[in-house]
Structure formats: C-alpha cells, structure tokens
C-alpha cells in the first residue's frame, strides 16, 4: 500500500493545473452564465474543488501538509456555505417562486 | 532739534508733564460716564476747569523751561510697544515748538470752552459735547506733546475720531453724519500716508523718536535722495489730509456742519494745524529733500487760490470762513515750502487767535439768528450785536492784513519770505491775499451792515450773547490786534520773539542748509515796498467790497437764480465733490455690489459649489452602473481579475 | 499638569452639563467655563515668560510603537491662545443667558466640548494629537450651527464642514507623509513630535508641496482668499454664541496652524510661496473690505470684514519679520476681543428688534448710551484707532508687511480707510440718524449684557495702552519660531 502522496505524483504535476484549470473555468463560465441560483451554486462549488484538487496536488509534490490541511479547511467552510446559501435559496424560492438571480435586481440605485 | 537732556532728577516734572494731556482725559471720562446725570453747571465747570489747568501748567512749564536754560528734555512713562528693534516709548518731549503749541491748544482751548458752556448750554447733549471736547484736547495734547512719530500718530487720529464725533454731534440728521463720516474717511487717507512714512522712517533710521531719527538723518542721509523724498512725501500727505490740503480738503467745508465752537476750535485753531506742526518738527527731514518742499510750496499756493476764489462765491457765515481757514492753510504750507518754518508758525500762532475768534463770533450771529447760517438773510446786524460786530470787524481787518494788527505781520513775514524764493509765487499769494481781504470783507458788510433781511421772528429775538460767550471774544480780540507784535519785522528795529525763540528748532537743519535759516537778504526798501503792496492790496479789495455791499447794497442772488458759468462754477466749488464722488465713491460703491454679487457668489462660490455639484452630478450618473443583477457584478468582478492578472504578467 | 486639566476639564463639564435638565444648564456651564478661565490664570501667573521651550509640557505614550504620544505643553503663543480661549467661553456662554435655546443642557455641553478640543489645537505638540483636536474642535460647531441655527442652516453647515474637512485631510496627508520622514527613538521608527517635524531636512521641492497641502488646511479654515466662501454664509445662518466661537477663536486655530506647524515645518516651501500667499491676502484684505462696504445684514457685514481683518494677520505673518508675526499674535487676540463683541451687539440688536437689516435700524444711540458707548468702542477697535487693541496688531502687521515689500505694504494699508468706511457706515446706520418703527423702543443694556460687553470693552483698551504685558508672553516664543525658520 502506497501513501497517497506517492500515489498523487504518479500523475504528473502539469495534468493537475490543466484539469483544475478547466474545472476552474468550467465553474467561472457557469456562474456568469447561468442564472438558476442553484446550477450556480454548484459552479462555485466546482470552483471551489478546482482549488482544492491544486491544493492537494502542490502540497503532496512539496511533501507540504499544510495544503492538506487547508482542503479540509475549505471543505468544513463550504459545507458551512451550503448550508447558509441553500437556506437563502429556499426563501429566494418561497417569495419568489423561482430561482432565478435576474430577478433579484432591487438591490440597485 | 538741539540736544535732548533727560529731567534725571526732577519726577514732579514728569508728573506735570502727564497731568497736562491726563486733565483733559478725566473731564471727558467724568463728563462722559456721567452724561445725563451731572447737572449742566458741574459739566460747564469739569469740561473748562481741566482745561483751565491744563493751560496754567503750561504757563508753568513754559516759565521753568525758558527760566532754566531753555533745554529740551523727554519725559519717559513707560514703554508702549516693543518688539525687537522698534521700541516705543510712552514719551513726552518738551522743546520750544510743543511748549508753543501748548500754550496756543490749551490757551485757546480753554476760551472756547468757556464759550461753549453760554453756546450749547440749551443743547440736550451738553455733557456729551463737553466730553467729547475734552477728549479732543487730550488727543491734541498727545499730539504735540509725543517724543516720537507713533505718539504723534496717536494724537493725529485721535483728534480724527473727536472730529468725527464732534461734527457729527447731531447724530439725527444724516447730512451731518455724512459730513462726519466724509471728514473721517478724507483724514483717514492722509494718516495712511503718515503711517507708511512712520514705517520708512522705521526701515530707514531704525527708530520712530525724534531725537534719534533727526540725528541720524544728518548723519546718514544725503540730501534728496530718493528714500527722504518718499519719506517727506508720505509726511506730507498725512499732513495734506489733516490740513485739508488739496485734493483731501474738501471735507472741511462739510465740516461745518458740527456746532460752531467746534468749527472754531477743531476746524480753525488748532487740529488743521497739526500739518504744520508735523512739517515743522520733522524740519530736518524736509530740508534734506527739496524735491517735496517744492511740491509743498506748489500745493499750498494752489490751495491758497483755490479756496479763495470758492471763498468769494459762499453764502453760509460758516463755509466762507472754512474756505478762508482752507485758504491760509495753504499761506502756510506755501512758507514751509520756501524753508520759512517759523514764519509759518507764527502764522499759525496769529491764525490761530484770528480765525477763532471769526468763528466764535459767527457762533454768536448764529445763536442770535435762531441758526440761521445765510448770510443773504442777515444784515444790519451792526446795533444788536456791538460786541460781536467790534470784535468781528477785528478778526477781519486781522485776516485781511490790515497793519497793526496780527495778521499783517505774520502773513507779511510770509510773504517776504515766499518773495525771496520766487517772484511769481509771491504775486499769486497776494493775489490770493486781495480775495482774503475782499471776501471777509464782503460777509462782514453782508453780516453787519446794511437793512435787516432776515424773517420778523428772527428779528424780535436778535440779542446780544451773554458774558461767558464775549468774554472769549474779546480775550481773542486783543489777541487778535496785539498778537501780531511777537514778530515784529527786523526791518522795524525790533527783536522778532516767535523767530529767536524757535531757532533753537533748527540746529540740525542748519548743519545741512543754513541758508534759509539766516536773515532776509532783501533790502529794507524792498520789505517796506512789499508792506506797502500787500496793505495796498488790502485796501484796494476792501474799498471794492464796500462800494458793492454797502454802497449799492447788492445782495447775493438767491438759490434758484441762473448764474454766469464761471460764477456758477466757483459756487459750486468748482464741482470737486461731485468729481470726486463719481470717479471714485460711485466705482466703489459698484466694486463693492460686483465683487459680492458676481465675483463673490458667483465665480468664488460658484467654483466651490462647482465641485459639490461635480460631485453629486457624478455620483447621479455612476450609480446607474449599480444594476442590481448580480450577474453584471461577477461578470465585471471575473473581467477585472483577468484584466490585473494580465496586466501584472504581462506588462508589470 | 495644568495643562491637561485645561484640557479636560470642559470635556467633564460638558458631561456634568449634559447631565442638568432645563435652562439651569446654563448657569453650570458658566460657571464650568469660569473655572475653567481661572485655570488659565494660574498658568499664566506661574508661566515663565523668557523660556522657549512648551511648559507645563507632559507627555505619555499613545501609540509607543508608532513614536505617537500624547504629548502637550505651552510656549507663549499657546499661552496667549489658551488665554484667549478661556476668556472668551464665559462670555460667550453669558453672551446666551437671554436666549432659551430648546434642549439646553445639549447646546452647553456642545459649546464646553468645543472648548476642549479649541485648547488641544493650541497645546498639542504631537502632529497627529494636532489632528486629533483639530477634527475635535470641528464637531460641537457643526451641530450647534446645524441644530440652533437660521432657516438655511442645514444646506449651509454641511457646505462648512465639507469644505473644511477636505482641507483638513490635505493636512493629514502631508502629516503622514511628513512622519514617515522623521527619524524615531527608541523603539519606534518614526515620530511624529513637534520637534521631530521642525528638524526634519527636506529638498525644496518637497517641501513646496507640503507646504501647500498644509495652507490649504488653515487658509481653509481662517479663511484666506479664495477660500473663504464657506465663512460669511456660516456666520450668518449659525446662531450668534456659534459665529462667536467660529470668529473669535476657531479661525485662529488656523493662523496658530501656520505658526506651529506649517512656518517652522517647511520654511524652505513658505519661503518659495511667500508671494503667492502675501498677495493672496491683501486681495483678501481689499476684497473683503470692499464687499462689507455694501452688506445690508449686520452679520455678514462683519463677516466680511473679517475676511480682510484675516487677511491683514496672514500678510502680517507671512512677512517673516518679527513685527509681522508679534503684531499676528496680538491682533489674533484683538480680533477675538472685538468680533467676539460686535457679534453680540448685533445679537442685542436682533433680540430687540427682530431684524439684522441695516435699512432698518437707526437713530438707537438716542435712548441707549451704555451701548452707543461700548459698540462705538468696539468698533473703533476694529478700525485700528490708536490706543485700541486693534492699532497695535494694524500698526505692527502693516510694518511688518512693508518691510517685506513696499508696495505690498502700501497696498494692505488701504484697510484703514476702507475699514473706516463700511465700520462708519455701518455704525451710522445703526446708531445714528433718526427712529425706525423696529428701533422705536429700545432698551439699553441689562446686566447681563453689560457683564459681557465691559470685560471686552478692558480688554480693548489694555491691550491697546499696554501691549506689552502680552507682546512680552509671545517673544520668547516667537523668537524661537523665527530662529527655527532662518536656521534652515
């Protein structure tokens, strides 16, 4: 049984930054262009994760724990995130009857 | 200037000194705390009995100096302002020229305070007047008595501020409060120039005191240069102001408007005068630049003319002696012109008796008249008035020149002198001399002589004035006649009192020039020849006088009468208040409402609110951006980001 | 130690004011500013007149790590301003006993917190301790104009202290800038103490813009040409016991400003501007002479006037000559005295008669003679007649001046007789002349009045027979400040 960070460099560093690159981007592009509040939700969330896989990446190549440390530190803040944001969401969704962010635009002027 | 000795040992001297101008100033806080309250006969006795005194401690000082050597000495009380190296001191210099002018400013002083107590004593403001009279001779005091141009620059706008009050003492008509003002602005514009001097003077010899000024000019400057030009200039137009010299003496014709003691007092006797105290103090500076004496001689010449020929066309008692008072103002800045300072001074010495006297007994018709001021509404008022009319006749015959009395010599020595530095001034002067005598002469005749024109009212109420109203009449009277004997020419084999008593003054000056300072060089032929012109002259104007008035009894035309234009002109004083009124009080008047109307609130303001404006301007459109869709946000978020990432890469 | 009681003792009057309910406000806070004068006096007796150095300094650490510390003192200029200061707030407190102002025990406590901050300008010796204050003294005024004011007041104070904050945050600037070049002791690296700035050695060029960063702050707040358009309509809409302590004490925090922290500071940069800046205020000086000549509100008729009265002490100051900047020190405490004053006798005459238009007053002097007396007086003060305070500021600022430069010198002069001219107009028409219906009945002084108006009406008169008794306070300290500037 290999340690995982052995494991992690069996792929090379490059393959990592491409692929949390395009997650990353995949996640930009969805929050600008999307406008159900949930499918961009799950964009951050994508882009949230393109930084945690970098993260995990650097830290096992640098055999540097602290970027571990710091994955599982993103991770309880954004589960925390969900919970606040999906409960805004659900009250978005109550008074509005959609989820929509276009129609959220009172907050102007 | 001589030597100064310091009294090193003798403070009840100093004392002296200091209760002279302090007497006065406690009649007027006396009088003018208690105003309303004292009754009138304590308010008569505070206001002329410190005046009194005043003069009794002149005479003294006066004796004890001239007993005792005759030496200058300062008093020092204590040091006014200093900062670095200008120091000024609360300091009295007592020399010949301020005990002169002591005697004249408390001596007269004194007699038209007295007549004020019998010529206002039906006045409300009784208390007020003395204390502003009072307050006056305080001022006036400092300003002979002061051992350094700042302490005479107090005095000089002191008096300023009484002349202020005091012409403006009927505070309910706006005319007389506009006379006032006028009189106050006018003085100010001189003493604007007597300040700047005072700073030249500063920068120059490094101190304001007399003493080390005059010392220090004889030793350092040369003669005419630029800087004793400028500095002598700025003294002058201090003076010119003070002395209603043109073009700053139109405010003293307004100043009639004051009560007539005061006109007599202020506005004849003694505060017009300080000019000529000034010039005659700073003799050492005047000498060493001819360049503003002549300028002097030339402005007092015109003055002289000017006033006289105004003089000619008057109908108010008051204004023709204020346009004779402006016209031998000129007589003597045209002797200080010519170096003659003494003779100059003696004028103002006879003046000073003459001229106040006129006023005085023009305050008598006046209060005989129930305020009536036109002479066209007079006459014949020779036999209810003997006393006014006998001493009146004498003032004139005074300022007309007429031997024996004051005038003649004093305005004769003047004109010998002005002769001897050149021919045609001296015919102009006594061209002005022929107005002097025809003018006086002419509201002597319209006053006294022939039928009465007033209304019958007035007529049953002509009286003669009471005792303490004559009394100073007949006092300046026999001045008047006798006064003149203390210069007797030397062409007469006697000693000239004012000339050897001052020359002391000149020491310094002499050391520069002497010339001026030495005896007439004229030959006695010649001084009898111009006596003889100048009486001659008299004579002459005053037959024309009585022929017109007396003899063919004309009479003035009335207001609404059309005049010739030149008479028209001279009338209206050659139209010089309406000049002056619209080149340069009517553009200020517009300054003032242009600079507050559209530079003030308009361009000042405007740009400050500008940028107020820009700003919230700016804001009302930017906050457009602010769409709410949050969309729009990330998006810009996301391009900025890219933007300074971009940038640091690839440019940074 | 006194100087810290002077410090906060109003600040804890102020608290004790807020704490009395109704119009008993007003005796607390007279007698809290009184106390508070009395304070002063004892420092000024145990004051040590030939010593350049602050006295009664203290100083305490505030930020150590910064080199800020709370460091205060007074050499004779702040002597004279605190002086100043304290005799003015029990006057002008006084100067209200006949207004009931709505919620009282506010607008006292306002007044006494102001106070404190007025005396924290003048004692500070720490730059930032200098700002602090600074912004301290600005608040109280603004709510007392923006609560008690005219009908305007709300537009008019804002634009105050807008515009007075944009200059105040110049001055911060160049404060931090200025502090990042000092060299520290001790543990901090750099220090931002009086002296740390006066020993400062910076290039012209530098020095140039500080020095305009820093004259923009106090020429804002004096004010100086074209700067000072803030001012009239503040003076007009604030309530008078305001316009007193925004004439009579807080433009002087400017000129103290350029003396302290501005002359001393950057000598190198002033002496490149001197003529911009002296031109500058004797166009302020003819300027605002020949606006008030026209004014028909009383109030914006001093106002104005004070511009040019400004202006004279700015010109005075800047001419670097030791006459010009005693004489600015002397007329900074006649121009308290006599603005502090005329404003009250305007105040009277509104009281009485409901209007402020010269058009309709007139002929007064015939039923008051303690008010003709002490407004005369007052006024002649303000036109520099001699023996008055204000010959002696005038005579020695104009000296000052025309040694710098004849013309200049020539030029400012015209503000005696321009300042004879609206003084005497104003006064004419006011006083003199005959009743208007307003001015029909008018009663003379009351007690209380007359309790404001006489110390003023001494204080005219001392400093006008014994101005050295003050001149005296100030050399040492100006000297020094003179000395500071040739040094470098």
Not at chain 2, 203 to 231: C, H, K, M, N, W
Not at chain 2, 314 to 326: E, F, H, P, R
Not at chain 3, 354 to 374: D, F, H, V, W, Y
Request: hydrophobic share 55%; aromatic share 14%.
């Amino acid at each position: 049984m290999n340690h995982i960070p052995e494991v992690i460099r069996t792929i090379p560093l490059e393959y990592y930054l491409y692929f949390s690159a395009a997650l990353f981007s995949i996640g930009v592009i969805g929050v600008l262009t999307r406008r159900n509040a949930i499918v961009i939700f799950m964009c951050v969330e994508l882009m949230l994760n393109a930084v945690n896989l970098l993260l995990t990446a650097f830290a096992a190549y640098r055999s540097d724990p602290n970027g571990q440390v710091f994955v599982f530190f993103i991770m309880a803040v954004a589960a925390a995130e969900v919970c606040v944001g999906l409960a805004i969401i659900v009250m978005i969704y109550r008074n509005l009857r959609s989820t929509d962010v276009q129609l959220l635009n009172h907050l102007k002027w | 200037m001589q030597e100064i000795v310091m009294p090193a040992n003798r403070p009840e001297m100093a004392l002296l000194c200091l209760l002279i101008p302090l007497l006065p100033f406690i009649g007027f806080a006396l009088n003018g705390l208690g105003n309303r309250k004292l009754p009138k006969g304590l308010v008569g006795l505070i206001g002329c009995g410190t005046v009194l005194a005043s003069f009794l401690i002149s005479v003294y000082l006066f004796l004890d100096f001239t007993s005792s050597g005759s030496r200058p000495y300062t008093v020092d009380f204590y040091n006014w302002i200093s900062v670095g190296s200008l120091q000024i001191g609360f300091s009295f210099l007592i020399d010949q020229l301020t005990l002169l002018m002591l005697l004249m400013v408390t001596g007269i002083g004194f007699l038209i305070h007295l007549y004020s107590a019998g010529y206002m004593s039906h006045d409300e403001g009784f208390g007020k007047f003395f204390s502003f009279l009072n307050l006056f001779m305080f001022s006036m005091l400092l300003l002979v008595m002061g051992s350094n141009y700042v302490m005479m620059f107090v005095g000089w706008e002191g008096v300023g501020l009484c002349s202020y009050l005091l012409i403006g003492f009927w505070n309910k008509n706006t005319n007389y409060n506009n006379a006032a003002k006028k009189a106050f602005i006018m003085n100010r514009i001189g003493d604007l120039g007597f300040l700047l001097g005072i700073f030249l003077i500063f920068i120059t010899f490094g101190s304001v005191s007399y003493p080390q000024v005059f010392a220090e000019a004889t030793r350092v400057a040369g003669v005419d240069t630029p800087v004793l030009i400028a500095i002598t200039m700025l003294l002058f137009v201090g003076a010119m102001g003070k002395s209603a010299q043109i073009p700053l003496f139109t405010w003293l014709p307004d100043a009639m408007a004051g009560p007539t003691p005061v006109s007599a007092l202020i506005h004849a006797a003694t505060m017009v005068t300080a000019g000529i105290y000034m010039v005659v103090r700073s003799n050492v500076l005047f000498i060493l630049a001819p360049t503003t004496l002549d300028v002097i001689a030339i402005i007092g010449l015109v003055t002289a003319l000017v006033a006289a020929t105004i003089g000619l066309a008057q109908n108010d008692i008051k204004k023709v002696l204020a346009y004779s008072t402006v016209s031998q103002l000129g007589f003597m800045f045209l002797a200080l012109g010519v170096m003659a300072f003494s003779s100059s001074l003696f004028h103002v010495l006879t003046h000073a008796f003459f001229k106040a006297l006129l006023f005085l007994g023009a305050g008598s018709v006046i209060h005989a008249m129930s305020n009536e001021q036109d002479i066209r509404n007079m006459g014949g008022l020779k036999k209810a008035l003997p006393i006014t009319f006998l001493t009146f006749l004498i003032g004139t015959l005074a300022i007309s020149g007429i031997p024996p009395f004051a005038g003649f010599f004093s305005k004769d020595e003047l004109l010998a002198h002005v002769y001897q530095h050149s021919t045609i001034m001296w015919a102009f002067g006594l061209l002005a001399s022929f107005m002097t005598a025809f003018y006086m002469f002419r509201l002597l005749f319209l006053t006294f002589f022939g039928k009465f024109r007033g209304t019958e009212e007035q007529r049953h109420h002509l009286h003669e004035s009471p005792a303490v109203m004559t009394i100073p009449l007949i006092v300046l009277a026999v001045l008047s006649t006798f006064g003149g004997f203390l210069g007797i020419p030397s062409v007469f084999g006697s000693n000239h009192i004012i000339g050897s008593y001052l020359s002391p003054l000149y020491n310094y000056a002499k050391g520069i020039n002497a010339t001026p300072f030495e005896p007439m060089h004229l030959s006695h032929e010649t001084e009898y020849l111009l006596m003889g012109i100048s009486v001659a002259v008299a004579i002459v104007a005053i037959i024309i006088a009585y022929v017109m008035y007396v003899k063919k009894e004309t009479v003035p035309v009335s207001e609404d009468t059309p005049l010739s234009p030149v008479h028209n002109l001279v009338y209206n004083k050659y139209y010089i208040d309406e000049i002056y009124n619209n080149i340069i009080v009517r553009p200020l008047m517009w300054l003032s409402t242009a600079f507050y109307r559209f530079v003030d609130v308009v361009l000042v303001d405007g740009i400050v609110n500008g940028v107020g404006k820009f700003v919230t301007f700016s804001g009302r459109t930017l906050r457009y951006a602010q769409s709410g869709a949050i969309g729009f946000y990330v998006m810009v978020m996301v391009f900025s980001i890219v933007l300074i990432l971009f940038l640091n890469f690839f440019i940074g | 130690m006194i100087t810290a009681l002077l410090l906060f003792w109003p600040a804890l009057a102020a608290l004790l004011v807020l704490l009395v309910k109704g119009q008993g406000a007003k005796r607390v806070a007279f007698i809290a500013a009184l106390v508070e004068f009395a304070f002063a006096l004892f420092a000024a007796t145990s004051f040590v007149v030939d010593r350049t150095a602050p006295q009664f300094a203290l100083s305490v650490p505030w930020v150590e790590s910064a080199g800020i510390s709370f460091s205060i003192g007074m050499d004779g200029i702040s002597l004279l301003m605190v002086l100043l200061t304290t005799f003015l707030v029990p006057l002008i407190v006084l100067s209200s006993f006949k207004h009931d102002y709505k919620k009282p025990n506010a607008f006292y406590a306002l007044i006494l917190f102001m106070q404190t901050g007025l005396i924290g300008v003048f004692v500070a010796q720490d730059a930032f301790l200098f700002y602090f204050f600074w912004e301290v003294a600005l608040i109280p005024v603004y709510f007392i104009s923006a609560i008690w004011g005219g009908a305007r007041r709300v537009a008019v104070t804002f634009k105050f202290f807008v515009y007075t904050i944009f200059g105040s945050f110049f001055m911060l600037a160049a404060f931090i800038y200025l502090y990042f070049q000092t060299a520290g002791t001790g543990v901090a690296a750099h220090s931002s103490d009086v002296n740390a700035f006066y020993q400062l050695a910076l290039d012209s060029s530098t020095q140039s813009w500080i020095f305009w960063f820093l004259f923009l702050a106090f020429a804002i707040k004096m004010p100086v040409f074209p700067f000072h358009t803030w001012q009239p309509d503040t003076y007009t809409e604030a309530p008078t016991q305001a316009t007193m302590l925004l004439s009579g004490i807080m433009l002087k925090m400017g000129i103290y400003g350029v003396l302290r922290w501005l002359l001393p500071v950057v000598p190198n940069g002033a002496s490149q501007w001197l003529d911009v800046v002296l031109v500058l205020s004797i166009i302020g000086i003819i300027y605002g002479s020949i606006i008030a000549i026209r004014q028909r509100d009383l109030k914006r008729l001093i106002a104005y006037s004070s511009i040019a009265h400004v202006g004279l002490i700015s010109a005075g100051i800047f001419s670097l000559t030791e006459q010009g900047l005693q004489g600015g020190v002397i007329q900074m405490l006649s121009h308290g005295i006599n603005v502090v004053g005329l404003f009250f006798i305007i105040d009277i005459i509104f009281s009485r008669t409901k209007t402020r238009e010269i058009l309709n007053l007139g002929g007064i002097t015939q039923s008051t003679p303690a008010l003709s007396i002490c407004f005369m007086i007052l006024m002649l003060g303000s036109v520099a007649l001699p023996l008055t305070n204000g010959f002696v500021g005038e005579f020695l600022l104009l000296s000052g001046v025309f040694q710098y430069n004849y013309v200049f010198g020539a030029v400012a002069g015209v503000t005696i007789i321009l300042g004879a001219v609206y003084m005497l107009r104003m006064f004419q028409g006011v006083m003199f002349g005959t009743k208007s219906p307003e001015t029909e009945v008018f009663a003379d002084l009351t007690f209380n009045e007359k309790a404001v108006l006489i110390p003023l009406v001494i204080m005219v008169f001392w400093i006008g027979l014994f101005p050295n008794t003050f001149l005296d306070i100030s050399e040492p300290a100006v000297f020094n400040l003179l000395n500071i500037i040739q040094r470098r």
